[in-house]
């Protein structure tokens, strides 16, 4: 079945430590989406990918790192210098700017909880 | 900037009782509205997309409607298991790229 997968669903990161997220799709989609999601916030866009080695800042891209080396894959790093990264991040994908089909679908979601 | 609010914020349903969310957006040529389910701890769950004021889809109790300004997201006779947050989102003609807004948060009592 097609679809996103983000993993892990739940991480623990301590202080001043770097984390990695991985979000993997089989969708054939060339864009690409990282949202966090915080209570009554609604979802923000931190980074964004429409083609494979190309990627843009969103509006909260402060403190995290991207990378697009696949089509397939486009994992965010949380670093240290994020200073509230406790949050619950969502990947997304959608077939992009040169398709009428603009709904993105989105994976399970990786609560990250600073301890 | 593209701009999405919804209204309520959070809605309390009596099963059986019909009700209406709002998506009011504000965008420069809309090229898509979507609406999502969001269950707790769960990624958003793609439901519609409208394109054009006038269109209108359905899926089991849910219709969703949509004007120059709004959209709505009408649910006849929910149930118990239509509790969920209630997602809308925008794409607009200068970006691919979904806006969304803050959501609404349904529960439905039995």
């Known amino acids: 079945d097609g679809g996103i997968t983000q993993s892990p669903k739940y991480l623990f990161r301590k202080e001043g430590q770097n984390v990695t997220l991985s979000c993997e799709q089989n969708l054939n989609h060339d864009a690409m989406y990282w949202y966090r999601q915080d209570p009554g916030q609604g979802l923000r866009l931190i980074y964004y990918s429409q083609i494979v080695n190309d990627f843009q800042k969103g509006d909260i891209a402060e403190g995290y790192s991207v990378s697009r080396e696949k089509k397939e894959s486009f994992p965010l790093t949380v670093t240290s210098a994020q200073k509230n990264p406790t949050a619950f991040y969502l990947c997304?994908?959608?077939?992009?700017?040169?398709?009428?089909?603009?709904?993105?679908?989105f994976g399970q979601g990786t609560r990250l909880t600073v301890v | 900037e593209d701009q999405v609010t919804q209204s309520p914020e959070a809605l309390r349903l009596q099963e059986g009782e019909s009700s209406s969310l709002n998506c009011s957006y504000t965008?420069?040529?809309?090229?898509?509205l979507f609406w999502y389910r969001q269950d707790p701890g769960k990624g958003p769950e793609f439901l519609f997309t409208?394109?054009?004021a006038g269109e209108e889809k359905e899926k089991e109790r849910l219709k969703a409607t949509l004007t120059k300004k709004e959209s709505f997201l009408h649910i006849t006779a929910p149930k118990p298991e239509d509790s969920a947050t209630y997602l809308c989102a925008v794409v607009s003609g200068g970006s691919y790229i979904p806006t969304f807004g803050r959501g609404t948060s349904l529960i439905v009592h039995p």
């Open positions: 409208l394109y054009s």
């Open positions: 997304a994908s959608s077939f992009g700017q040169l398709s009428v089909n603009t709904e993105a679908f």
């Open positions: 965008v420069s040529g809309l090229r898509g």
